[in-house]
């Protein structure tokens, strides 16, 4: 679920923000690291990017001939979220359907559970939507639930996983 990674990124910075004095440059590049980062939200390989946890290395500054901006190579290490095939993670429910629910899983938007992968839960229609068990046990917006990651799939276009759920297994469904 959660990745701790060491990266490796280049940080331009424009000349006229540059300073003589060492640790404005250091500073210069955090900042743009951070702007970076939070701006990229999520790699087929490394999942969603949560957070930035040290600066390794800034290497060498370089200027681009092209631009005048100063590339930095800089390290750091980060931490990612990823889901994985055959993973029991928890979900909150966003939207109820009569096929199945969507669920939010930490950064990953676009978890579906179909009704055909939740054993004994009926769809019921009565003021919002749900899903029962003969126990009463409900699944419906705002609902958490632990379920296994049936399959995962990359959106290169939207930057962002798919993923499809199931309830089938032990300690499986609302909490």
């Not at 540059?18 to 790699?43: C, E, H, W, Y």
């Not at 800034?58 to 993973?87: A, D, H, L, N, Q």
Request: hydrophobic share 45%; with cysteine; aromatic share 10%.
């Amino acid at each position: 679920m959660f990745i701790k990674v060491k990266l490796p990124w280049n940080v331009m910075i424009p000349a006229e923000a540059m300073d003589p004095n060492g640790l404005m440059i250091q500073r210069a590049v955090l900042i743009r690291l951070l702007d970076a980062f939070a701006s990229k939200k999520a790699t087929k390989d490394l999942g969603y990017f949560i957070a930035l946890k040290n600066l390794e290395e800034i290497g060498e500054g370089r200027i681009r001939e092209t631009t005048g901006e100063i590339v930095f190579p800089v390290v750091f290490s980060g931490i990612t979220f990823k889901m994985f095939k055959g993973e029991i993670v928890h979900g909150v429910v966003r939207q109820v359907h009569k096929s199945g629910v969507f669920l939010r899983c930490g950064p990953c938007e676009n978890v579906y559970l179909s009704q055909y992968k939740m054993p004994g839960y009926d769809y019921v229609v009565e003021g919002n939507p749900l899903f029962m068990n003969q126990n009463m046990s409900r699944i419906q917006i705002g609902s958490r639930v632990r379920f296994i990651v049936l399959d995962i799939q990359w959106k290169e276009a939207e930057k962002e996983f798919i993923a499809l759920a199931s309830l089938e297994g032990n300690n499986l469904g609302p909490f």
